[in-house]
């Protein structure tokens, strides 16, 4: 039994995408003690003074101190973070399928537990999704696979219905309910040009295994591979029985960890080549930006760059 998903149709474009590239070749201060002392009265008594000025026990934490500026930097932080998440929500592959999982930003803010599931829930739901089952559905029909399902109109939904559970395991698993509680990020972070071709091929590769923690620390894609391995398991409740074991499960969880790969190769090339082809910038500039950064450029020294 094969799966596919709208990644899927993604591999068959690779292919060409990848040979029309290449061939293209201020903080405030404290108030002082004398300002935050009121003047004394002429003539009053200070005994009467002094002790309500010595009697308070617990200091007055100045305006502007540690647990403020935190609490401002938090708050800048999580709007940052919203409007990027904005901003991927608006990324479609020709305006039509949707790329939500993908940032263009090296310093892209790590995204909170309830934004991870938010986005994988948006790509789950979005029209695209249920288009690309159908044409999943009708793919396996024509070459006659999970015949289990039957024939005609019946056959034809049951087929829809396990690619669209398909797609939706594993966007909700391993994008958005184990990157939550495993506090990884599941985004693909796009290395962009700059590098080798080869080195970007075997960047995007690599990331299938391993991505960003929240942290900010590389670590290995545990919410991937487990999710894909989670979603080929519960592909066994809605195949045919004579389909379903440990073997359909292995196999279903590679894969989806295959297509996974073939996307992130897509992702980082795409930008590249709808300049190339198309003429438009995926990346709204950000490419001409980070490209200009002196340590990135220090990083890709002596390597020939993507022209």
């Known amino acids: 039994m094969r799966r596919c998903s709208s990644s899927t149709l993604s591999v068959f474009a690779v292919g060409f995408f990848l040979a029309a590239c290449s061939l293209s070749s201020a903080q405030q201060a404290a108030p002082s003690a004398d300002e935050s002392v009121p003047a004394a009265i002429p003539n009053a008594p200070a005994p009467q003074v002094a002790p309500a000025l010595t009697a308070n ?10 647990s403020s500026r935190a609490r401002d930097a938090q708050a800048a932080k ?21 790329d939500f999982d993908l940032t263009y930003r090296h310093d892209a803010v790590s995204l909170t537990s309830a934004q991870k599931i938010e986005l994988a829930f948006r790509s789950s739901v979005d029209p695209f999704t249920f288009a690309a089952a159908f044409v999943t559905a009708g793919y396996h029909e024509t070459f006659d696979e999970d015949t289990e399902f039957g024939w005609g109109a019946e056959g034809y939904f049951k087929r829809s219905g396990a690619a669209y559970l398909d797609t939706v395991d594993g966007a909700m698993i391993g994008s958005g309910f184990l990157p939550a509680l495993l506090r ?12 080798t071709i080869r080195h970007r091929l075997l960047y995007a590769v690599a990331m ?44 279903n969880g590679m894969i989806i960890t295959t297509e996974g790969a073939a996307g992130a190769v897509f992702d980082e090339f795409w930008p590249d080549i709808s300049r190339k082809i198309l003429h438009r910038d995926p990346t709204h500039g950000l490419d001409a930006i980070q490209s200009s950064d002196p340590s990135r450029q220090s990083r890709t020294r002596g390597e020939t760059p993507i022209q």
């Open 57 to 66: 026990p617990e200091p007055v934490a100045p305006q502007g101190g540690s």
């Open 78 to 98: 999580r709007e940052k973070s919203r409007q990027e998440v904005k901003e991927e929500e608006r990324q479609r592959v020709l305006g039509i399928a949707p």
């Open 208 to 251: 299938t295994f391993v991505c960003k923690g929240d942290n900010g620390r590389w670590q290995p894609n545990f919410s991937n591979i487990g999710g894909n391995m989670i979603a080929g398991a519960l592909s066994n409740f809605y195949y045919p029985s004579q389909e379903a074991g440990l073997g359909q499960t292995v196999g």
């Open 184 to 195: 990884q990020d599941p985004r693909y972070f796009r290395m962009g040009p700059g590098p």
